[in-house]
Every structure is written in structure tokens, then in C-alpha cells.
């Protein structure tokens, strides 16, 4: 399957690092919350932070590295919000099933309310499909930075540098 002239691999290829740290972070996350650790201490081991490194990171770095440009940058950033939200809707579902919160169910952290419902499951969904997009504009506009910065030169990949 191709995405933009890029196979699906290459682009979880280009993205694996920061897979395994979403995966690692959200799982680390969710195992503090299930083995007591208070929530007011949990939310800093945070995934929206991580993916809002990502997406500075990612929005230099497919420029700078000769992976792509604008239209690249959307898959990789899908990735990463697709994996995030589905960590965060196994935890919801968890909760779900054993009745008991987690961080990603508390009332605190799902709007106030009851957190294991489908209807939270069903925001995280929503989520994975426009989330991706909202940050797609905002990399954008650091991409274009990025490449007014560097001149709008793009090394080859397998060049010097790259």
C-alpha cells in the first residue's frame, strides 16, 4: 500500500523510535495508574506532551532528512496519534471491564465525568481520525519555517548528512 509515494513500512520505519517511546510511555502510564501510583503523579508521565514533541520534532526532521515534505508529514504524524489513542482507549476499555478507573478513565482526565463509557471510547476514536489533521496544519506551518530556515534545500536520502 502506498501513502503518498511511500510505503506504509517506510513510514513506520521512519517512525519506529518514536513508537516504541509512545508505546513504552503509555503503557508505563497505565501500569503507575493500575498499581496505585495517585494520578496527581501519573499525568506527568504524559502522552500529549510526548506527542507534541513529536510533532515538532517530525515536522523539522521529514524535511531535514530528505524523507519528504507536507504530504508525508501527515502519515507520520497519524502513526503516532493512532497508536497514543489506541493505548488510550485499551485503558478506557479496561476500565471499562473490571470497573474500576485508571488514569485514562478517572473523572479528572476524561471531562469530569464518568470516564468508562463508549461514548469516551467513541471521542478517542474521533480523535485518531481528525487529531492527525489539526496537527498535519500546525507541522505545516514548522515545516515551512523549517524550510525558510534551511533555505528550502532537502538533502537526498543516502546523501552526505542525511
Do not use: C
Amino acid at each position: 500500500m502506498n501513502i503518498f509515494g511511500k510505503s506504509l513500512s517506510e513510514y513506520v520505519s521512519f517512525d519506529m523510535g518514536f513508537l516504541i517511546l509512545i508505546l513504552v510511555v503509555g503503557l508505563a502510564r497505565l501500569g503507575l495508574s493500575l498499581a496505585g501510583v495517585p494520578n496527581a503523579t501519573v499525568k506527568f508521565v504524559s502522552l500529549t506532551i510526548l506527542l507534541l514533541l513529536g510533532l515538532i520534532y517530525f515536522s523539522i526532521r521529514v524535511h531535514t532528512s530528505g524523507f519528504g515534505s507536507y504530504k508525508q508529514l501527515l502519515p507520520v504524524l497519524a502513526l503516532t496519534v493512532i497508536l497514543a489513542n489506541l493505548i488510550v482507549v485499551s485503558g478506557i476499555v479496561l476500565a471499562m471491564v473490571t470497573g474500576k478507573d485508571n488514569i485514562f478513565s478517572a473523572p479528572e482526565y476524561s471531562g469530569g465525568g464518568d470516564g468508562k463509557t463508549w461514548g469516551h471510547v467513541a471521542g478517542h476514536v474521533i480523535v485518531m481520525v481528525v487529531g492527525p489533521f489539526v496537527l498535519w496544519g500546525i507541522g505545516s506551518l514548522i515545516m515551512l519555517v523549517t524550510k525558510k530556515l534551511t533555505g528550502g534545500r532537502q538533502p537526498k536520502i543516502g546523501s552526505a548528512g542525511a
